[in-house]
């Protein structure tokens, strides 16, 4: 009897004490964001392909580096063209703006047919396009929960991505 007053007792006072303790979460820094959510790509990508480990240990590796490079490029032509007011931009300046994110671009797809090249012997093409479209739709749902979010946003319609 006296065992379970005790125990009682114990558990009551982890509870009574769990919010005192408990601290706020600080935001993640953009890397460590970027991680997360390539790490939870990863883990869909596992699951919707059955992959295995060690199919994983080569993949993983190819994918973290294909990300960090169309995501920088991506942040470099969001950065370049809202930064700058196209009212007060000349031609010439408007025009270097745009060759420089065709640039980019074709960056991005050389990244994209190397990150193909890299895991063509360890998937098969459909596979491969399966992580594109995974990728994809990752990505728009992240977008639909930030825009959702965003109190401008509230009660419009957003296109939901499947």
């Known amino acids: ?9 114990m558990v009551i006072t982890l509870f009574l004490s769990l ?20 790490d939870a790509t990863l883990s869909e990508i596992q699951t919707a392909l059955s992959l295995t480990e ?18 920088r490029l991506n942040a470099d032509n969001n950065r370049q063209f809202n ?3 196209v009212d007060t931009l000349t031609d010439e300046q408007a025009e270097k703006l745009l060759k420089e994110s065709i640039t980019r ?13 890299s895991i063509s012997t360890l998937l098969t093409p459909r596979q491969i396009m399966r992580i594109h ?3 994809s739709s990752f990505r728009h749902r992240i977008r639909d929960i930030y825009d959702a979010r965003r109190p401008g946003l509230k ?3 957003n296109i939901k991505h499947k």
């Open 105 to 117: 671009s074709r960056q991005i797809i050389a990244a994209k047919e190397k990150f193909n090249a």
């Open 19 to 38: 919010p005192l303790n408990a601290q706020p979460q600080k935001p993640l820094k953009p890397k460590n964001v970027q991680m997360a959510m390539i």
């Open 133 to 135: 479209q995974i990728d």
């Open 83 to 85: 930064r700058v007011r």
């Open 155 to 157: 009660g419009k319609d």
């Open 1 to 9: 009897m006296i065992k379970i007053l005790v125990n009682s007792f």
């Open 54 to 71: 060690e199919q994983m240990a080569i993949l993983r590796p190819a994918y973290i580096l294909y990300q960090k490079r169309v995501t």
